[in-house]
């Protein structure tokens, strides 16, 4: 994805709702888009399956996947990468899965659709991928309703859905929030496993500093629809490159640490509508107030796959260093 911009139109504006993003997922690999809520990530995997709701535009930018542009792919040819190269996970997987069919003829229908199979031979596979995301008895859970099965099971339908067609890449999109940690552990096994064995490519939305550490390569952070630091995991955290990122590290409990004293990043993310026309975050940011913090700020490449966009890093002006925790 390269400068993706997607602008607020009609009684609430704003340009730049997401602004200037640009990022990468290559075969295989993990990304993880994270930041706060409100930062602009369901927006921008929205943006990569053209489903943006209405009121939001895009204004520039190119998604490249299998050589198109499918900010430029007629709404045909998007149905087409949509449920058959890029699968799609939601955090709510009842909001996606239609109620009035059993799960199995949703998923065969993904394959219907976009592989040609005939309903039999489609069920088949259904029942197959079933029994791949770990449903007990496939054969009778295939004729089972959404509303039959509980949360967690519902989810592995949606992962089933998502990648019944091979996918190279899956968007999933805070896919664990609404589950319990037990079964949000096993989800993530499941995918981490698609990645192994079919060399699935997952770009996952998430606010969960855990799960991008245990489960992700590299790191997008987000804030106010800006990315504010690309990263590759382990240098993210062992040493993040933006005043938001140190933030959020620094208020996020590590392994074993206690939660009481940690310290909040103070205020919260602009709305919509409301975004400083300088750095985004200087209203919250604790190195603000410089004369380069008034300017829009422009993403600055360090190398070796990082980034940050903050200009008083990016100058050598500014040193990041964790807070003390007591
Ligand atoms: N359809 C919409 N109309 C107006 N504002 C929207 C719409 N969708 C998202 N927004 C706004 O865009 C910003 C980013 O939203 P979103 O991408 O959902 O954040 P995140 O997924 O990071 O929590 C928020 O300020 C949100 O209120
Ligand atoms: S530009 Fe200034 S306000 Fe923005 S993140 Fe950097 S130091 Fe903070
Ligand atoms: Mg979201």
Redesign the pocket.
């Known amino acids: 994805m390269r400068g993706l911009t997607v602008d607020l139109v009609g009684q609430v504006s704003q340009p730049g709702l997401v602004q200037d993003v640009s990022f990468t997922v290559s075969r295989g690999e993990s990304v993880a888009l994270i930041g706060e ?1 409100g930062c602009g ?2 927006v921008t995997a929205m943006a990569i399956l053209g489903l943006l709701q209405s009121g939001l535009k895009i204004s520039s930018g190119q998604v490249c996947f299998q050589g198109k542009d499918l900010l430029t792919c007629s709404p045909r040819e998007l149905r087409a990468v949509r449920g058959g190269a890029i699968g799609a996970i939601f ?1 709510e997987p009842m909001s996606s899965l239609n109620p009035t069919m059993t799960v199995g003829e949703q998923i065969a229908e993904a394959r219907r659709l976009h592989l040609k199979e005939s309903r039999k031979v489609a069920l088949r596979h259904a029942r197959e991928l079933l029994d791949r995301v770990g449903i007990a008895n496939a054969a009778q859970r295939v004729l089972a309703y959404p509303h039959e099965m509980s949360g967690g099971m519902q989810q592995r339908v949606m992962i089933a859905s998502a990648i019944a067609c091979d996918p190279a890449l899956v968007l999933a ?2 896919p664990t929030t609404a589950l319990d940690v037990t079964i949000q552990a096993e989800i993530l096994e499941l995918l981490r496993e698609l990645r192994r064995e079919q060399g699935i490519a997952v770009l996952l ?1 998430t606010h969960d500093l855990g799960v991008v550490a245990d489960f992700c390569d590299r790191v997008v952070a987000m804030y106010a629809g800006n990315v504010v630091e690309r990263s590759d995991v382990l240098r993210l955290f062992a040493d993040p490159v933006h005043p938001y990122t140190r933030a959020l590290l620094d208020s996020t409990p590590h392994n074993g640490q206690a939660r009481k004293a940690l310290p909040v990043i103070r205020g919260r993310v602009p709305v919509a509508g409301t975004f400083p026309a300088g750095c985004r975050f200087e209203p919250r940011c604790v190195h603000g107030g410089h004369e380069a913090c008034a300017r829009p700020q422009q993403e600055a490449d360090l190398g070796a796959g990082r980034s940050t966009r903050c200009a008083r890093v990016a100058a050598g002006d500014l040193v990041l260093q964790q807070v003390a925790v007591r």
Request: hydrophobic residues 15%; aromatic residues 0%.
């Open positions: 809520s990530k369901t955090q999109d805070e939305v």
